[in-house]
């Protein structure tokens, strides 16, 4: 995310959080597909079916921070997860939407961004402004360092595959 985009990013979570609109936590899911992944274990159906499950099983534990806390629906992006989030249309809606308090799931830390730098950004936007992010693998929890440490390991691995499959497209269009 460049300075430009994180300080639009920041402002429009600060002004979401000087508004002091008192509402109950809600629950978000974030869907993110390209054009090669809508009829692959990326569709942006086996996501939703991914959120949704997640979502309600967490409702139902009692232990859950999600128990009882209603969903406000999904985002969805159909664009490159190179695109940083706040240049993607459902991405700077979310940014918009999400209040303190409000939680956040995607798929895996892939669907949200397959960068270092936007990530690791929008991880600290999210911490600054209390808004909960989750996977629906359950490994990602931000609340604490290894959790954190953890998201960004993921993410430097989508970017590496990211790149990696840049390269091979590039190798097969030369062969051609």
Do not use: W
């Not at 939407?97 to 956040?104: Q, T, V």
């Amino acid at each position: 995310m460049s300075l430009e985009a994180l300080v639009k990013a920041q402002k429009i979570l600060a002004r979401r959080k000087a508004a002091k609109l008192i509402s109950d936590p809600k629950v978000y899911g974030y869907i993110r597909t390209s054009k090669t992944e809508r009829e692959q274990k990326y569709s942006s159906d086996y996501q939703e079916r991914a959120i949704t499950d997640f979502y309600e099983m967490s409702v139902k534990n009692v232990n859950s921070p999600m128990h009882g806390v209603a969903f406000g629906g999904f985002f969805l992006d159909r664009v490159s997860g190179s695109k940083e989030i706040i240049d993607r249309t459902a991405g700077r809606v979310m940014l918009n939407r999400l209040m303190p308090g409000d939680f956040l799931i995607c798929y895996n830390m892939d669907r949200l961004s397959r960068g270092i730098y936007d990530s690791a950004n929008v991880l600290q936007l999210f911490s600054m402004f209390g808004i909960v992010l989750m996977t629906t693998d359950g490994e990602t929890d931000l609340s604490s360092t290894i959790g954190q440490t953890m998201a960004m390991v993921k993410v430097g691995f989508a970017q590496h595959e990211r790149e990696r499959l840049i390269d091979r497209t590039k190798r097969a269009h030369a062969q051609r």
